[in-house]
């Protein structure tokens, strides 16, 4: 009796785990493998073996924002990613509505599984949200670290969204080893709260030059990433004593660029209206 017990256990626990699969959101992966030309892929170990997926190279997984299937901002950010380097790069499918409790338990179920099943170090994985999606990469994080006992390196957020009071985790910075905000709509579709260790703010993280709305302003920080992440990086940062103090004159100016690894705090920076954004040397006379 005892042994039919623990059999229909195990059988409950597999059934549970393959329910939270199927109600759970897809992703679409791409790699150097199929860089152009993503893949729909399930968070198991079958569907893994079945794609492209190369467990030497480092994870990206990216959440965007919620109420997306995450098409645009995935197309930007793996192109970007994949050309600096090798990675496996996750991109969550939102389009379907999804609770916040099933988003967050699939993304940390996905590094989890990859951490104990491919033995990928959780050195070698990080997040990316937008919007919404920043916070859910928090709370993602969090689960992994009460799971293994260990924290993700980086959270890179892209202007979390304002209107968060609603979801059970908001961005902090304890959620990973270093939480990096990017800020660009804080009036509007953002958040103008510190919400990491290293907090930017592109011309004051609010609006955004060449922008005449929210929505413009708010995607303006894929842009932005994108350039961070590329050796052509010339945002030049100034580190701030406070939000409200924060202007081209009022915080002190270095060689650091955004996205370094620059000191815990608040920085900002200028940027143009267009690509290329950073406007490098242009600040040396503040230096």
């Not at 992966?29 to 399930?42: A, E, G, M």
């Not at 467990?55 to 109420?67: L, T």
């Not at 059970?168 to 304890?174: E, S, Y």
């Amino acid at each position: 009796m005892r042994y039919i017990k623990v059999i229909l256990g195990c059988v409950l626990l597999a059934l549970r785990e393959a329910a939270a699969v199927e109600s759970g959101p897809g992703y679409l992966l791409n790699t150097r493998r199929n860089q152009n030309t993503p893949q729909r892929i399930d968070p198991d170990v079958e569907s893994l073996l079945r794609s492209s997926f190369y467990a030497a190279d480092p994870i990206v997984v990216s959440i965007p924002r919620w109420g997306s299937n995450g098409s645009v901002e995935h197309l930007i950010l793996a192109t970007a990613l994949l050309e600096r380097n090798a990675c496996n790069f996750f991109a969550v499918d939102l389009a379907e509505t999804q609770t916040e409790s099933e988003i967050v338990a699939s993304v940390s179920g996905l590094l989890v599984m990859l951490h104990r099943q491919f033995d990928v170090p959780l050195g070698r994985q990080q997040l990316i949200g937008f919007g919404a999606g920043a916070h859910l990469a928090g709370g993602a994080a969090e689960q992994v670290q009460q799971q293994l006992n260990e924290q993700l390196p980086l959270i890179t957020a892209l202007d979390p969204s304002g209107d968060s009071e609603q979801l059970k985790h908001q961005l902090a910075a304890g959620d990973a080893l270093r939480v990096e905000v990017i800020h660009t709509n804080s009036q509007g579709l953002g958040s103008i709260r510190r919400l990491g260790d290293v907090d930017y703010y592109p011309n004051g993280g609010q609006q955004q030059p060449g922008c005449n709305s929210d929505a413009c302003s708010h995607e303006r920080a894929l842009n932005l990433a994108v350039e961070m992440w590329s050796p052509a990086n010339e945002f030049l940062v100034a580190q701030c004593g406070s939000v409200e103090t924060m202007s081209a004159k009022d915080c002190r100016w270095s060689a650091q660029r955004m996205g370094s690894n620059s000191a815990a705090g608040i920085y900002f920076l200028e940027t143009r209206s267009s690509s290329p954004y950073g406007r490098g040397a242009y600040h040396i006379g503040f230096f």
